[in-house]
């Protein structure tokens, strides 16, 4: 009786997970003509890569109509790289002010650390709209709008309170034996930090950055408004911008496939590390 | 001779200012200073479509609660969508939950695969489940057919159904988060407290009452008021799956904040309604705040 409710709750699970995974890959999969089979076919009938090298920019021979087809006139691999720059830049940032602003929140009780705590909360439960809007304006009046380091700093604005709270927790409970015993050895603080605090906390730190990076590469608000129809037009809103214009749809399905993989091996990484959790505040990884 | 600049002690408060201070100037410059000329703004009947902008003070406000009645349709589809969001993600978290924390064969592969609705965009959540529900391609209007429920396709997004959809969408988005979280808190609980229920004779259901549902008391109350957050200011899912549609039947108070922003052009008006939205998020997080610390669940 026990066992048969866990296999349905195992399959379930599956299910569940995969199904609308499955679905997208499904009709990325096929050629347009048989997009639009009634009822729709449940596994492609001549699967291909067709979409998605086409995707990539690549002319693919399609044998159903005997022609060449040019490579999707939409940006994708364009697109792909500028969310890297992006979210290589927002974590690399991100990193170097939220590394020590974590420790110092984390180790030291200030006078106004409390408040400073209640700030981060209150600025990870802002609704992303009501800031989107005036820096919008901002942006507009700064020429921000339509370049990499606009949206950028837009991203900035989401990820720092959020990466220094979760370096916050972490080092609130970090040992300080190591540490005291660098000062005592006639260490400075600073010294104390660098060559023995940032070097254990390595791991923690590259986790925060790689959250940090997944944020950003998969924002979609700020990026629509601040990047779509511009060279540095980014993923999500690629995506966003397909599915008004286009009428391949199984295109912009390999093209959504396409912008999965990173989040799917970045996954593969935190499955191994959430399971082992030292995140105790599920806040920290919540994604917008 | 005494020193004309004598050397200030480095204290721990000072220390931890300078590595604060970069922060403390982002947090100003990126969170606080938009907030201040949000709230500007919302005084102002900025129209960039008519190309107006002069203070009227709370004119906007008043008008959103006294004369705008889709300020009360967005609240009530707000209200709404964040009770059964909320509620269905903490109830399939609990349920996932207590299903990986079983042993069984190929766990590992089966924790790798339900985590990965995590990792995805909202905005490709969104653009899956497009798929998934479109009427002419989709696998839920052609299971009809395959089930022998209809001659053709149905269409599954309507007025009524599309808030609940929406709700499931986000329930797939954050479950993961949820379900992991609480298996984390799952493996703290001691052995022995079930052996000795065994022992004592309890049912399998009895133990979960007894044993392992008071521990997770807690963390349940964490993710339930952390859905509630996240369902409230949720607007990506919204501006992907319907745009508010079909008619507004979706329109929550942050999705009609962007569309009087990016749509009308109406910028003081979009800035009140989000003043709303700060409130009510803010109100929130000072309840999480509460119960992440005070309260001993």
Do not use: C
């Amino acid at each position: 009786m026990k066992k048969a409710l866990l296999i349905i709750g195992i399959v379930f699970v599956v299910l569940w997970s995969i199904i609308p995974i499955y679905w997208a890959l499904n009709i990325s999969l096929m050629y347009h003509f048989e997009v639009y089979s009634v009822p729709a076919h449940l596994f492609p009938e001549h699967p291909t890569l067709y979409n998605y090298l086409r995707s990539l920019g690549f002319s693919v021979f399609n044998p159903f109509t005997n022609r060449v087809d040019p490579p999707v006139g939409y940006p994708i691999r364009e697109a792909l790289i500028n969310s890297f720059v992006v979210a290589s830049m927002v974590s690399l940032i991100t990193i170097a002010i939220a590394t020590p602003a974590g420790y110092a929140l984390g180790r030291y009780r200030t006078r106004h650390s409390g408040l400073l705590t209640a700030l981060l909360l209150g600025s990870r439960t802002l609704p992303p709209v009501s800031i989107l809007i005036p820096l919008y304006i901002i942006g507009l009046r700064y020429r921000l709008l339509g370049t990499t380091h606009g949206i950028t700093v837009m991203h900035l604005a989401l990820v720092l309170p959020l990466t220094t709270w979760i370096l916050m927790g972490f080092f609130s409970t970090f040992p300080s034996e190591i540490e005291k015993a660098a000062r005592v050895d006639g260490a400075t603080r600073l010294q104390a930090i660098v060559r023995v605090v940032i070097p254990t906390a390595l791991p923690a730190i590259v986790s925060a950055g790689l959250l940090s990076f997944l944020f950003s590469y998969n924002e979609y608000l700020f990026s629509w408004v601040f990047t779509s129809g511009t060279p540095a037009q980014t993923i999500q809103p690629t995506l966003a911008s397909m599915w008004f214009m286009i009428g391949e749809i199984n295109i912009m399905a390999a093209a959504t496939i396409l912008s999965l993989i990173v989040p799917v091996v970045i996954s593969l990484y935190f499955q191994k590390y959430i399971i082992q959790v030292r995140l105790v505040d599920p806040y920290a990884l919540a994604f917008e | 001779m005494a020193q004309p600049f004598p050397k200030r002690k480095l204290t721990d408060e000072r220390f931890a200012i300078i590595l604060l201070l970069p922060l403390i100037i982002a947090l100003f410059a990126l969170n606080l200073y938009p907030m201040a000329y949000s709230f500007w703004l919302s005084l102002t009947n900025t129209d960039v479509s008519r190309g107006i902008s002069k203070f009227i003070g709370f004119i906007n406000y008043y008008n959103l609660v006294f004369k705008d009645p889709y300020f009360w349709h967005s609240l009530r589809v707000s209200l709404q969508f964040t009770l059964e969001a909320s509620l269905l993600a903490v109830a399939l978290s609990l349920t996932f939950a207590l299903i990986l924390n079983e042993s069984f064969k190929g766990r590992r592969i089966i924790r790798t695969i339900a985590i990965l609705p995590w990792a995805f965009s909202t905005y490709a959540v969104a653009s899956l489940a497009r798929y998934l529900f479109a009427r002419s391609y989709g696998l839920f209007s052609s299971l009809y057919v395959y089930l022998g429920l209809s001659d053709t396709p149905v269409e599954v997004v309507t007025s009524e159904s599309a808030i609940h959809i929406l709700a499931l969408l986000f329930a797939w988005n954050y479950v993961p988060l949820g379900a992991f979280f609480l298996l984390a808190q799952l493996q703290i609980i001691p052995l022995d407290l079930y052996n000795q229920a065994r022992i004592d004779g309890a049912s399998a259901i009895r133990r979960l009452k007894v044993v392992t549902l008071p521990f997770l008391r807690r963390p349940i109350a964490i993710i339930l008021l952390l859905f509630t957050v996240f369902s409230v200011v949720e607007t990506t899912l919204i501006i992907g799956f319907t745009g508010g549609g079909p008619g507004k039947a979706t329109q929550t108070l942050t999705y009609w904040a962007y569309a009087k922003t990016f749509m009308d052009y109406e910028y003081g008006y979009g800035a009140a309604i989000s003043w709303f939205l700060i409130l009510i998020a803010m109100a929130l997080g000072v309840l999480y705040y509460y119960v992440l610390n005070k309260l001993k669940l």
